[in-house]
């Protein structure tokens, strides 16, 4: 009889164990599903500026090219990422009149710039749809433009040519603009396709009138 009573609670000190080992390990093993992920990248594309300016009475548009790197920080359906960009864009001011800068109401009938940014968005999203070979991204966030290098051009009504000195360019170009951007992008396994927007919150042109750019960038890249 004693024999009997021993051999139940043993039965039950380890029963009581197994339990106590399980609840330790269930935590561990939900946790793995919401680990922190990083990933690294490059990618490049084109660029269409579309640019309004004579406050919003004329625009034009213009395309280029560019290229970089990021960094992803995901965790379960959100994401953040930063990017380093280098940008060269084009655009045209047509039939403008300079009237602070340079000098007072001084026509010209083509300003052509040219010029190279560095784009250092930092941005917040979310996987609309994530699967191990294909994932969904929607994402805004704030993008900071500085410029490395302008080429400046104006052809005046006497079809006179005329590049501006780095000095007048100074005067006239502020060396950065900040954007708010708007994305969606898809992953294919290693490969990524983004669609971005992205408007200036400010003008890089010192001039009265105010000029605003619309920035469409199309870029494919990979995840190293």
């Given at each position: 009889m004693l024999m009997l009573l021993f051999d139940v609670s043993a039965n039950n000190d380890t029963s009581a164990s197994v339990d106590i080992y399980q609840q330790k390990r269930k935590p561990l093993f939900f946790k793995t599903g919401g680990r922190?992920?990083?990933?690294?990248?490059?990618q490049i594309g084109a660029n269409l500026n579309y640019f309004k300016y004579k406050n919003g009475t004329q625009r034009d548009e213009a395309a280029g090219y560019q290229g970089g790197l990021f960094l992803r920080v995901s965790?379960?359906?959100?994401?953040?990422?930063?990017e380093v960009n280098m940008l060269r864009s084009m655009v045209f001011l047509k039939n403008g009149v300079f009237n602070r800068e340079i000098g007072n109401n001084i026509p010209f009938e083509q300003l052509r710039l040219k010029y190279y940014t560095v784009g250092i968005p930092f941005i917040?999203?979310?996987y609309a749809?994530?699967?191990?070979?294909?994932?969904?991204?929607?994402y805004n966030g704030i993008e900071a433009a500085f410029?490395?290098?302008i080429k400046a051009t104006i052809e005046q009504n006497n079809n006179e040519i005329y590049r501006l000195s780095k000095k007048e360019k100074r005067r006239i170009f502020r060396p950065e603009q900040f954007s708010y951007q708007l994305g969606?992008?898809?992953?294919?396994?290693?490969?990524?396709?983004?669609?971005?927007?992205?408007v200036g919150m400010r003008s890089f042109f010192k001039e009265n009138y105010r000029t605003q750019t619309h920035l469409f960038q199309f870029t494919i890249g990979a995840i190293f």
């Open positions: 922190i992920r990083l990933q690294f990248g490059g965790r379960q359906m959100a994401f953040v990422q930063i917040f999203g979310a749809v994530k699967n191990p070979l294909y994932k969904l991204r929607f410029i490395t290098k969606m992008g898809m992953d294919i396994a290693m490969f990524i396709f983004d669609i971005k927007y992205s």
